[in-house]
């Protein structure tokens, strides 16, 4: 197969309060308004390369209305949309702005993509935004911690391992890795991408019956400095830090988890490694060795099950994944005579 896929350029996220999750951004994340358009908000970080990266849009849940990936060229934008349509998606052609002829689909597990080949490149070239260096597209946020750019997005599908093999064998996404629990062969989490990245997008198991949904969707920082300086400066503006700072032990990365006013979650990661290898075998995990924790020196907190929307929608207080899985996850260390 042809590479179809270059990398994650934005995505869209529902909220109820739009202008609370605008000034969040803005504030304690550190992104910029560029635009908006209608009742939709777009917001950028200072080293994203493309117009925008976010778009916050209104909602009664919060939640993904789509994540869009940049194709290699034009011709691999038709091509894509001949591969969604005979795996059976509707192709949905528009004009988005910034991005030009794009198209969306729905993939089984319910989760909107979009793609796209055209993308207008940014660049401040005077005033207080404008940087000093040639290859930066603005200047340093002055925001504490704030992210370079967008990294990556995960989503939550009932089946783990067939989420993958579709986005795998129709749109050539690399599988480079998954995670199955210790005391079952259920696989719980996975990681693709369409670069050198351990992943741009990820899947954790979801038992409800709700499609559709997102665990997070995560920003890169620089250095591991800066993220122990943002988690600092989150924590004394009184936003908890919900997991975290710690390394993964899949990809590698150095990870915080936080929560906008939605209660979406956002990761921020830096470090990890870069795979260029093209015939790369994924990887088995199981929680003990350290798929969540490298360290394996403490269990991921219960809230991190939680996906958006709610399981069974705005009154919904029950998360979709079975106990028995999420004690498995939570406690990987209890199981005897491993790691």
Do not use: C
């Given at each position: 197969?042809?590479?179809?896929?270059?990398?994650?350029?934005?995505?869209?996220?529902?909220?109820?309060d739009?202008?609370?999750?605008?000034?969040?951004?803005?504030?304690?994340?550190?992104?910029?308004?560029?635009?908006r358009?209608?009742?939709?908000v777009?917001?950028r970080c200072?080293?994203?390369?493309?117009?925008?990266s976010?778009?916050i849009?209104?909602?009664?849940?919060?939640?993904?209305e789509?994540?869009?990936?940049?194709?290699?060229?034009?011709?691999?934008?038709?091509?894509?949309?001949?591969?969604?349509?005979?795996?059976?998606?509707?192709?949905?052609?528009f004009?988005?702005?910034?991005?030009?002829?794009?198209?969306?689909?729905?993939?089984?597990?319910?989760?909107?993509l979009?793609?796209h080949?055209?993308?207008?490149?940014?660049?401040?070239?005077?005033?207080?935004?404008?940087?000093?260096?040639?290859?930066?597209?603005?200047?340093?946020s002055?925001?504490?911690?704030?992210?370079?750019?967008?990294?990556?997005?995960?989503?939550?599908?009932?089946?783990?391992?067939?989420?993958?093999q579709?986005?795998?064998d129709?749109l050539?996404?690399?599988?480079?890795?998954?995670?199955?629990?210790?005391?079952?062969?259920?696989?719980?989490?996975?990681?693709?991408?369409?670069n050198?990245?351990?992943?741009?997008?990820g899947?954790v198991?979801?038992?409800?019956?709700?499609?559709?949904?997102?665990n997070?969707?995560?920003?890169w920082?620089?250095?591991?400095?800066?993220?122990?300086?943002?988690?600092?400066?989150?924590?004394?503006?009184?936003?908890?830090?919900?997991?975290?700072?710690?390394?993964h032990?899949?990809?590698?990365?150095?990870f915080?988890?936080?929560?906008?006013p939605?209660t979406?979650?956002?990761?921020?990661?830096?470090?990890?490694?870069?795979?260029?290898?093209?015939?790369?075998?994924?990887?088995?995990?199981?929680?003990?060795l350290g798929?969540?924790?490298?360290?394996?020196?403490?269990?991921?907190?219960?809230?991190?099950?939680e996906?958006?929307p709610?399981?069974d929608?705005?009154?919904?207080?029950?998360e979709?994944?079975?106990?028995d899985i999420?004690?498995?996850?939570?406690?990987?260390?209890a199981?005897?005579?491993?790691?």
């Open positions: 197969m042809i590479t179809l896929l270059s990398h994650l350029s934005y995505v869209a996220i529902t909220t109820p739009v202008e609370a999750s605008v000034r969040f951004y803005e504030e304690q994340v550190g992104l910029t308004v560029v635009d358009i209608g009742d939709r777009y917001l200072w080293g994203d390369y493309y117009r925008y976010l778009v849009v209104p909602g009664e849940e919060p939640g993904l789509t994540a869009a990936w940049r194709t290699s060229s034009a011709e691999a934008l038709e091509e894509a949309a001949k591969r969604v349509a005979a795996a059976g998606a509707a192709v949905e052609w004009d988005g702005p910034a991005i030009g002829r794009a198209f969306s689909f729905v993939g089984p597990w319910g989760h909107r979009t793609l080949w055209d993308a207008e490149h940014y660049r401040e070239t005077s005033g207080d935004a404008a940087s000093i260096y040639p290859d930066r597209p603005s200047r340093r002055t925001v504490a911690g704030a992210p370079r750019q967008l990294d990556h997005v995960t989503i939550a599908a009932s089946d783990v391992d067939a989420f993958t579709w986005y795998r129709v050539g996404y690399r599988i480079m890795a998954r995670t199955v629990l210790d005391e079952a062969p259920i696989s719980v989490f996975s990681v693709l991408t369409t050198e990245k351990s992943h741009d997008l899947v198991l979801d038992g409800s019956t709700r499609a559709g949904r997102v997070h969707f995560a920003f920082v620089d250095t591991r400095e800066e993220l122990l300086i943002a988690a600092d400066t989150l924590m004394e503006n009184g936003v908890p830090i919900e997991y975290g700072p710690s390394i032990g899949i990809g590698e990365q150095n915080l988890y936080y929560r906008e939605s979406l979650r956002i990761e921020l990661n830096t470090g990890g490694y870069r795979n260029y290898v093209p015939d790369w075998e994924p990887r088995t995990w199981t929680p003990s798929s969540n924790n490298l360290y394996r020196n403490g269990a991921m907190p219960m809230s991190m099950t996906s958006f709610s399981a929608g705005p009154s919904a207080t029950e979709g994944v079975p106990d999420k004690d498995a996850l939570l406690n990987p260390y199981v005897q005579g491993r790691g």
